[in-house]
């Protein structure tokens, strides 16, 4: 039962270069989330998506893009990575009433 | 503004000391609050979700409770295995994968 899995789980990259997180999900459920976990911070909310084909912005969305075109996978695009974007990033999926379940995370290095 | 606050930061227990872990949220709409146990380099791990005032949870040396402005985590007779990082969530009306988390409070239980 492999739940929500990220996979890198550990990348660095130099200032500019773009990447792609990516997210699958096992439990067929509807929503998915991106959220950054940074020191002294709770969990802060990227993109999430409740559906296929549907996604949309949360609290902190500049710099970073996301699709959903199956219900299984949401991976999260850093367009031009920036030092601020150096954090760990958690993938998340709830059915549409209950619990969310986190990835592993993935850490991530921007120099 | 929706927030979650909890406190303290970081506590510090001998093995068998009870005590509690405090989350206040001033979240309108609030659907759902969320427990979750992270440890170091994993992911959260879900603990409990509590719907309404006056609600009550167990699992284990763990009891969780809500009033209409705070949750408690109660830990009865900590272990070592007890030691992580608590987090607690609100989630809002619009869909239970956007939380809003609090920064959490370290737990270290010493034998």
């Known amino acids: 039962n492999a739940g929500v899995t990220q996979t890198p789980k550990f990348q660095v990259l130099k200032t500019g270069q773009s990447m792609t997180l990516q997210c699958a999900q096992d439990?067929?459920?509807?929503?998915m989330s991106w959220y950054r976990q940074d020191p002294g911070m709770g969990l802060r909310l990227i993109h999430y998506?409740?559906?296929?084909?549907?996604?949309d912005q949360g609290e902190v969305p500049n710099g970073y893009n996301v699709s959903r075109s199956t219900t299984e996978d949401f991976p999260l695009r850093l367009l031009s990575a920036a030092p601020s974007q150096t954090s760990v990033y958690f993938c998340?999926?709830?059915?549409?009433?209950?619990?969310?379940?986190f990835g592993q995370g993935t850490r991530l290095t921007v120099v | 503004e929706d927030q979650v606050t909890q406190s303290p930061e970081a506590l510090r227990l001998q093995e068998g000391e009870s005590s509690s872990l405090n989350c206040s949220y001033t979240?309108?709409?609030?659907?759902?609050l969320f427990w979750y146990r992270q440890d170091p380099g994993k992911g959260p791990e879900f603990l409990f979700t509590?719907?309404?005032a006056g609600e009550e949870k167990e699992k284990e040396r763990l009891k969780a409770t809500l009033t209409k402005k705070e949750s408690f985590l109660h830990i009865t007779a900590p272990k070592p295995e007890d030691s992580a990082t608590y987090l607690c969530?609100?989630?809002?009306?619009?869909?239970?994968?956007?939380?809003?988390f609090g920064a959490g409070t370290r737990l270290a239980v010493h034998p």
């Open positions: 998506s409740v559906g296929a084909g549907i996604t």
């Open positions: 969530a609100g989630g809002f009306s619009g869909g239970y994968n956007k939380l809003i």
């Open positions: 979240v309108s709409g609030l659907r759902g």
């Open positions: 439990m067929n459920h509807e929503y």
């Open positions: 509590l719907y309404s």
């Open positions: 998340a999926s709830s059915p549409k009433t209950g619990s969310a379940f």
